[in-house]
């Protein structure tokens, strides 16, 4: 248990859904992060919120879009996704980047 | 632009022996240097971190790595594998003045024999 909680754990959705993605940290980190894992490729950044403001965007396509609502949650928000877009996404959180807590992960299957 | 870099897809060994999984890292300034675990179907864990001090860095499960400045390196180690340490370890760098993105390296999947 890292004190970083995804939920689901597991998502099947169709190309026409919206479907939405969450995390909580209640390790009172000031960063929060969006990685994707697909088969064969590196961990890919998607987004960096640091103090609840977006830092990074890795040129994700606009069908994720992420949300901070606060310093305890992260949402990544799914509409119109392509098959190709199925993965491992894995949210992270860091006090000052000294080290990134992950959570287990949600596996998206886009059919 | 920060990059990591781990040489090795695969790497295998008898359980006993010893093990070294590489990495090398490019960075413009002073490196933070990470090294996670990863078991199936699961997020990535924190095995040790180097930021500054002594070059070799003990970290969880027996785990150690050495930081090397003029080679740009931070190897894993461990003196015995266990079956259990099979898994995918991943490297990472964070510059200390870049914000707080961490890059990660591609992966490599150890395997230990028993």
């Known amino acids: 248990e890292t004190g970083v909680t995804q939920t689901p754990r597991h998502l099947v959705m169709g190309m026409t859904n919206k479907k939405s993605l969450k995390c909580e940290q209640h390790?009172?980190?000031?960063?929060m992060y969006w990685y994707k894992q697909s088969a064969k490729k590196p961990l890919e950044l998607m987004f960096v919120?640091?103090?609840?403001?977006?830092?990074e965007n890795n040129s994700v396509p606009s069908r994720f879009s992420p949300e901070c609502p606060n310093s305890s949650h992260l949402f990544l928000h799914l509409h119109t996704l392509q098959p190709e877009d199925s993965a491992l996404y894995l949210c992270?959180?860091?006090?000052?980047?000294?080290?990134?807590?992950f959570g287990q992960g949600t596996r998206l299957t886009v059919v | 632009a920060q990059s990591v870099a781990q040489p090795e897809d695969q790497v295998k060994v008898a359980e006993g022996n010893p093990l070294t999984v590489k990495c090398t890292y490019s960075?413009?300034?002073?490196?933070?240097l990470f090294w996670y675990v990863q078991y199936p179907n699961r997020g990535l864990q924190f095995l040790l971190k180097y930021i500054t001090g002594d070059n070799l860095v003990k970290g969880s499960y027996g785990f150690e790595a050495e930081f090397n400045k003029s080679q740009t390196s931070f190897h894993l180690k461990k003196p015995s594998a266990l079956v259990s340490d099979s898994a995918l370890y991943f490297c990472?760098?964070?510059?200390?003045?870049?914000?707080?993105?961490?890059?990660f390296g591609p992966g490599t999947r150890l395997s230990v024999l028993p």
């Open positions: 919120y640091s103090l609840e403001e977006r830092v």
């Open positions: 960075v413009s300034g002073n490196p933070y």
């Open positions: 990472a760098v964070r510059e200390w003045d870049y914000g707080q993105n961490f890059v």
């Open positions: 390790l009172g980190h000031n960063a």
């Open positions: 992270a959180s860091s006090q000052e980047g000294m080290k990134a807590f």
